[in-house]
Each structure stands twice: as C-alpha cells, then as structure tokens.
C-alpha cells in the first residue's frame, strides 16, 4: 500500500528558504518516480520536479538553480529543498508517486501519478 505525507510548509520571505519532506510508504518497491507539483490558486497543477529510480532529475524552468530534489529509496523518502523563493512560489505543494513510463527525463504531468498527498501549503510574503 502506497502513502505519502507531506510535511514543512509554512510562511517565508522573499529570498528565503524551506524544506519540504515525504514520507513516501510503500514505494521503495513499487514505483518508479517521485515528484513535487504544486497549485497556486487559480491556476493548474503544476510539476515542479521529478527524480526516477535510474537517477534521472527533471525541474520545471521557473525553479531551476533554485530548487532541489532528493530521495532516500530506503528510508522511502523524498524531499524539496526550495531557496531564493519567490512570492510566486506559492501554493499547495503535493508530493505524488508514478509507476514506469514516467520519467525523470521530462517535467512531470498529474495525469502520469497514480499516488498523492495531501498537500502542504507554502507561503511567500513580506
């Protein structure tokens, strides 16, 4: 059984820094990629980033040099790690899970996930 938690949301300034944390149970085994989307109000789902089993990383433009993603396969974890954010940088941040063919090759799309979270929300403001 597949389930994921999100957790370190919270409220920042602009140019500052957080890190958001998955427990993602049951995946070590049973999926290929995890990923971080995100929805600002209003707006779509958006993929942020993606790392697969093989090590491939993908990040959507806007991120890129300012975020990073990690796993820890055993301990079934996945992380966010966000500086420099922007006040566009908010929205309810998912971390969700996919089974082959995605890719960490390619920015992830919501239609490839199967798995997701809950959310947890991040906020940037003066």
């Known amino acids: 059984q597949v389930q994921l938690v999100e957790s370190g949301g919270g409220s920042v300034e602009p140019g500052g820094s957080l890190r958001l944390s998955c427990a993602a149970r049951?995946?070590?085994?049973?999926?290929?990629?995890l990923a971080w989307f995100r929805q600002a109000l209003g707006k779509e789902r958006e993929g942020v980033a993606v790392?697969?089993?093989?090590?491939?990383?993908a990040y959507v433009d806007s991120v890129k040099g300012r975020f990073v993603i990690s796993q820890d396969i055993a301990k079934e974890t996945v992380s966010l790690q966000m500086n420099s954010l922007k006040p566009e940088d908010k929205a309810i941040y998912y971390c969700?899970?996919?089974?082959?063919?995605?890719?960490?090759?390619?920015?992830?799309?919501?239609?490839?996930?199967?798995?997701w979270g809950q959310g947890t929300q991040v906020t940037v403001s003066s």
């Open positions: 049951g995946t070590s085994n049973n999926v290929y990629c």
């Open positions: 969700a899970a996919a089974h082959w063919p995605c890719s960490g090759l390619r920015v992830p799309v919501p239609h490839e996930y199967s798995y």
């Open positions: 790392i697969d089993t093989d090590g491939g990383i």
